[in-house]
């Protein structure tokens, strides 16, 4: 794309409302960049239906053993990045499970790397690297929705049969048309001209955090709006983890440490023995039969119980 294409998008055009922001006082500057900001959300919510139609496949990939990648590069590919290594410690799955890929590698997270964005050989072969199959989702981030890197990314998933989306800021992104779920968080011209980890990336990153939660949330990593699958790794989690229980089951401080010597730590596995009786082992069982899903469990276990006479 040539130069003059470029300052056509959105993302690239100065802003009217904050053209004397260098001129402003603090409280000015940062009233002029909050003003900015609080437009996101309102464009977010006129893509909802294009991000439920995104989750509900990733979904899908994920329940057939598939795998969800975010590939992207700068901004976009640290925030992808940020939201897989979220997904671990918060729902306690395996760091295979959603994988983010920036371009230049993981260097590029702290340095940037810019030319590693212009080839699409590399985008492919670095979702090559990671194996990637028909049974994947691929999900490419890019603000200008223009970035090679990302766009040899989805035309290479594409190729075999994986679910492709894209994440762009601008209106008729290049990107969008190589992708078979696309959403363009249009938010308009940044509060400093073409600083695209502002409006851009604060949307993309809203638009992350509500994919990643609403798949966990539908695998069953969540019970009421409770992360009970939190990995109790240190001390802010544990407690975490004991008020979780507390929660699920009005029990005191003391009987839900119990209930976690019991399930090995194990959140969800406790909240199901505090809430069944049963011992871990059985309680176990029932989770399996559910699919890790905790209501689904409960249910199972009702349909079990001999009913009082």
Not at 112 to 121: L, T
Request: with cysteine; net charge negative; hydrophobic share 40%.
């Amino acid at each position: 794309m040539n130069t003059e294409h470029l300052r056509k998008l959105e993302t690239e055009l100065p802003n009217p409302d904050t053209r004397g922001i260098d001129a402003m006082d603090t409280l000015e500057i940062l009233t002029a960049i909050n003003r900015e900001d609080a437009k996101i959300p309102a464009v977010i919510q006129n893509l909802l239906p294009a991000l439920a139609e995104m989750v509900d496949h990733i979904y899908a990939c994920l329940e057939k053993g598939g795998r969800l990648f975010y590939i992207g590069a700068g901004t976009s590919g640290r925030l992808g990045v940020l939201d897989a290594s979220e997904c671990p410690p918060t729902y306690g799955v395996s760091p295979e499970l959603v994988q983010g890929i920036i371009a230049g590698g993981d260097s590029a997270l702290r340095k940037s790397s810019e030319q590693a964005e212009d080839s699409p050989e590399k985008g492919k072969d670095d979702l090559m690297h990671q194996g990637l199959t028909d049974r994947d989702a691929v999900i490419g981030l890019a603000a200008s929705g223009r970035t090679p890197y990302v766009i040899g990314a989805l035309d290479y998933a594409s190729s075999l049969g994986a679910y492709t989306g894209a994440i762009s800021c601008v209106s008729h992104a290049e990107m969008s048309g190589h992708a078979r779920t696309a959403i363009e968080a249009v938010t308009g011209p940044e509060a400093v001209t073409g600083s695209t980890r502002m409006k851009a990336g604060t949307a993309q990153k809203m638009i992350l955090n509500m994919i990643s939660t609403s798949v966990m949330i539908k695998m069953g990593k969540v019970y009421g709006n409770l992360m009970v699958d939190v990995q109790p790794t240190n001390e802010k989690l544990a407690a975490r983890a004991s008020s979780i229980l507390r929660e699920c089951l009005g029990c005191t401080k003391e009987q839900a440490q119990g209930l976690l010597a019991a399930s090995n730590n194990q959140v969800k596995l406790a909240v199901l023995m505090g809430l069944t009786d049963l011992a871990a082992g059985p309680a176990q069982e029932y989770l399996e039969k559910a699919k890790g899903r905790l209501n689904q469990a409960v249910a199972l276990w009702q349909a079990d119980s001999p009913v009082p006479s």
